[in-house]
């Protein structure tokens, strides 16, 4: 099998893509390399350039004969959603779109997409399930669910077969810490706080007058590893029945962002400093989700989702990272 994965010099894509060359399929990832790292790539053929560009898409889909597409890139930081709309719908959909015409034009019927719990909006019942409202309180939120109507609406025109994943926080990084969570700037909370744990420089948390068990916000943390491993098995389901589903990838809990300093001091034994500010905009109370349809119909076990274990891997990454 032969798939090619857009956004693969990313976290995910890359951690998905190592994962993939261990179960033997042929990759090839497609990056401009404007948020991914070449060193990233530990496996398969980097390609830079951008998923939009058509003339591109057309050239290797041709050259290469892919049995599918694993589509992460995009643009993923919910408060520059909320600044620069115009940008992410542009590359969020408008990109999309090519990718998915070049699919069709080229007979690629299979199609896993890295979707968001910010399809979702704010919670009206945790954890939530597949069956909860989506209602986007934010323009990154809002391209994730254009993204997924237009798989819909591709599959009843094209054949196209695809599983889109509603994940939360990703977190953690690789067993050997030779590829980890590196963007620039740091937006993600774990490696914030571990910054802030190394330099002694404060972090803020945004919000202290949320409705939860401190004040502060509730998140969803899955290891990369096991989003991993969702994708894989996201994209043997589609292909072996000829279908296509959506699925919530979470751990059923969550934790405050307070909490998460406490967790973090206790695996390192570090102070983490951290500031009270305001709320920013466009951010969820609480995003919790439900992994019940994932494990009944994938057989996805997140085995790696464990706070400590995901914080420990994060900090190793941190303290040893190569780019």
């Not at 968001?116 to 986007?136: K, N, V």
Request: aromatic fraction near 10%; include cysteine.
């Amino acid at each position: 099998m032969k798939v090619l994965i857009t956004g693969g010099a990313g976290y995910i894509g890359s951690h998905t893509n190592m994962l993939l060359c261990e179960k033997g399929i042929e990759t090839v990832i497609i990056d401009d390399l404007s948020d991914g790292h070449a060193e990233s790539v530990i496996c398969g053929r980097l390609v830079r350039g951008d998923f939009g560009d058509r003339e591109l898409l057309d050239k290797l889909m041709k050259e290469e004969k892919f049995d599918a597409v694993v589509h992460f890139a995009a643009f993923a930081s919910v408060p520059d959603s909320v600044k620069r709309p115009s940008r992410y719908y542009r590359n969020n959909v408008t990109n999309m779109q090519t990718l998915l015409d070049a699919c069709v034009d080229n007979g690629i019927k299979y199609f896993v997409f890295s979707s968001s719990a910010a399809t979702f909006g704010a919670p009206q019942y945790t954890p939530m399930d597949e069956g909860h409202p989506q209602e986007p309180i934010n323009p990154y939120g809002m391209t994730k669910l254009i993204g997924e109507k237009l798989l819909a609406d591709y599959e009843k025109a094209y054949g196209i077969r695809y599983c889109a994943f509603r994940y939360f926080c990703a977190a953690g990084d690789s067993k050997n810490s030779i590829i980890g969570e590196a963007h620039n700037p740091e937006t993600h909370l774990i490696p914030v706080m571990i910054k802030a744990a190394i330099s002694g420089k404060p972090f803020s948390v945004f919000g202290t007058d949320y409705d939860t068990r401190d004040g502060s916000c509730i998140r969803d943390f899955i290891h990369v590893l096991d989003l991993a491993e969702a994708h894989f098995l996201g994209l043997k389901y589609i292909m072996e029945n000829d279908t296509s589903d959506a699925f919530n990838l979470g751990s059923n809990t969550g934790f405050t962002v307070l909490e998460m300093i406490k967790a973090l001091e206790k695996v390192t034994g570090k102070t983490v400093p951290y500031v009270l500010a305001d709320r920013r905009e466009g951010d969820p109370q609480s995003l919790v989700a439900s992994n019940d349809k994932a494990r009944s119909i994938l057989g996805w076990d997140p085995v790696h989702s464990g706070i400590e274990e995901i914080l420990l891997d994060a900090w190793n990454w941190e303290n040893n990272r190569r780019y």
